[in-house]
């Protein structure tokens, strides 16, 4: 006999403790991070030679691969996309 899965699904709980968005959020900037520092590690590209191609400081790159800082905008993160060869796309679902 199959058993049913009892109760709700994470993102239900999340929903109802008014933490789902915060946490989506949260776990979007950590995987764009990832990718982004493992692209950086394919192409051979230094934090500096980086922040270079970004027009930007070695800090404000720090912050953009910092997973726990949110305050990211998309047009920084689609700079650094394409300064590692890279396309920054989105779909809604």
Not at 71 to 77: A, C, D, F, P, Q
Request: positive net charge.
């Amino acid at each position: 006999m199959k058993k049913k899965n009892i109760g709700s699904s994470l993102d239900d709980w999340l929903r109802e403790e008014s933490i789902y968005e915060a946490t989506t959020t949260a776990a979007i900037k950590r995987v764009l991070a990832r990718q982004l520092e493992a692209a950086m590690k394919t192409e051979a590209v230094t934090k500096t030679e980086m922040a270079r191609r970004m027009n930007t400081s070695r800090a404000s790159l720090d912050r953009l691969l910092d997973p726990e800082n949110e305050s990211v905008t998309l047009s920084t993160l689609s700079k650094a996309a394409m300064a590692v060869g890279r396309e920054l796309r989105f779909e809604l679902v």
